[in-house]
């Protein structure tokens, strides 16, 4: 009967056609697809490294915080310690005992038996300078030399505050509190407190440090020394 299809009868030529263009499609991605893709992927590609590189830079920021800090502390102990370590010393000047001793406000001048570089080994004569760096900030020198011998030497121990000066405490003979000075004057004894005064982005720290021999008399130098 010729109006029935067999197995073999072919499908019409549109038929055809039309699943061709449905396979096409499913084939792979359009041109657009992949702008898209491509786009989206160089967008994640730069958030990544602008994290990453946030990441480093605050990591390599709080290691500098870190060594700041750690500095700051080490220099505060060293002051702290040479201050503790302070004895009464005097020297002949034209015939007249003059103590090893300055205290202004820039300038701190003493005998200590505690060296920056030696420690506990000897005694050595101290000098606090203030200065400014190249931005105008203060900065803090110190240098000393062993007692009879010259040979200076010079390093920062605080660097970048608004302000750093140096006060000085005596006792009131009629009350017994505490009085301070940023000169010290008496020629006969030493302070019994110094203090070191920070200031820093508006910012005032002190630091108090006790004199041993503060309040005692000044005593004479071996022969030769200075």
């Known amino acids: 009967n010729t109006g029935r299809r067999g197995p073999l009868a072919t499908r019409p030529a549109g038929d055809r056609s039309a699943d061709h263009g449905h396979a096409a499609k499913n084939k792979g991605f359009t041109l657009l697809e992949l702008m898209v893709s491509v786009a989206l992927l160089a967008v994640i590609i730069t958030v990544i490294s602008g994290a990453i590189r946030l990441g480093y830079r605050s990591v390599d920021s709080g290691e500098k915080n870190i060594g700041r800090l750690e500095r700051f502390r080490m220099s505060l ?26 205290g202004g406000r820039d300038v701190l001048m003493f005998a200590s038996n505690y060296s920056i570089w030696d420690g506990e080994k000897g005694f050595v004569h ?16 110190a240098s000393e030399h062993t007692i009879g011998r010259e040979n200076e030497k010079q390093t920062r121990l605080l660097e970048g505050f608004d302000d750093i000066y140096f006060g000085y405490f005596s006792r009131d003979p ?11 004057t008496d020629d006969r004894t030493l302070p019994q407190w110094i203090s070191v005064n920070l ?5 005032k720290h002190s630091l108090i440090i006790p004199m041993r021999t503060g309040g005692a008399a000044v005593t004479q130098a071996p022969p030769g020394v200075m």
């Open 174 to 184: 009629e009350t017994g509190g505490p009085v301070e000075t940023d000169l010290w």
């Open 126 to 141: 101290v000098t606090y300078r203030l200065g400014q760096n190249e931005k105008g900030r203060h900065v803090l020198y």
């Open 77 to 102: 102990a060293i002051i702290d310690a040479q201050i503790q370590s302070a004895f009464p010393l005097t020297h002949e000047k034209q015939g007249v005992k003059v103590p090893y001793f300055k």
């Open 199 to 203: 200031t820093k982005d508006g910012m």
